[in-house]
């Protein structure tokens, strides 16, 4: 006769053995550690003969929450046809109703986890947006930009109205472009020749570090985006 098993919890009757945490547990207190969430309730446990305590790798249980079962081993109980738990579908089903049990827990911490991914990305773009903002701003007073504040404010419109083209470019490149095309609906605006959009183009240059060549292309292609849509005049007219 083996000795008895203890709960390692509660020092009550051992039910089941659980070899991720290396414990016998009762029943209460195996619905009690594998409840907390859906990681733990994933452990398969091991259910104790109810008289020798010995385990069966047959006897399997998973999931949270699983109903209590009264289980003799084949030393205990040499006419197995007699017991009510000597069924071949001890197992499975335990295993089954168990894991169905554990599904919506599961569902919902993924729910959880999407939240916190979209979450994190829409801080993300606002720390982005924040930040090229300021590099906007810094680039204008450098390059003396008229009208800098609303060249910088129709920039950011337009970055944030093509993300798909801005997330192919380079960040510091898809910035002068954007600020390219601001200053270049500006200098328009205000009659500008030729000289002075290639003057303000070179200072752009200068400040930013890209290649005009770069700017120009890159620009190129921000602009048939917003031609699509209404960007250019919603943009101009939010920074008015």
Excluded at 62 to 78: E, K, N, V
Aim: aromatic share 4%.
């Amino acid at each position: 006769m083996k000795p008895r098993r203890l709960c390692e919890l509660c020092e009550g009757e051992a039910a089941v053995y659980c070899e991720p945490d290396s414990a016998f547990l009762c029943w209460a207190c195996d619905a009690a550690v594998h409840g907390a969430n859906f990681l733990v309730a994933r452990h398969v446990r091991r259910v104790a003969c109810a008289k020798c305590w010995s385990v069966d790798a047959r006897r399997l249980i998973s999931g949270a929450g699983s109903p209590p079962i009264r289980y003799i081993c084949r030393s205990c109980d040499p006419d197995p046809a007699s017991s009510p738990s000597s069924s071949s579908s001890t197992s499975s089903s335990c295993l089954s109703s168990a894991e169905s049990s554990v599904a919506p827990a599961r569902e919902e911490e993924k729910k959880v986890r999407r939240r916190q991914r979209s979450g994190r990305r829409v801080r993300m773009r606002e720390e982005v947006h924040e930040r090229a903002e300021g590099i906007l701003a810094s680039w204008s007073r450098r390059m003396g930009l008229r009208g800098g504040q609303r060249c910088v404010g129709a920039a950011a419109h337009v970055l944030s109205a093509c993300p798909r083209v801005v997330a192919a470019l380079p960040f510091r490149v898809a910035l002068a472009a954007a600020l390219w095309f601001a200053a270049k609906l500006s200098e328009v605006a205000e009659g500008t020749g030729g000289a002075a959009l290639e003057a303000v183009l070179r200072r752009l240059e200068a400040c930013s570090g890209v290649p005009a060549k770069l700017i120009v292309l890159a620009e190129a292609r921000l602009a048939r985006a917003a031609s699509r849509t209404r960007v250019v005049e919603e943009g101009w007219a939010e920074c008015s």
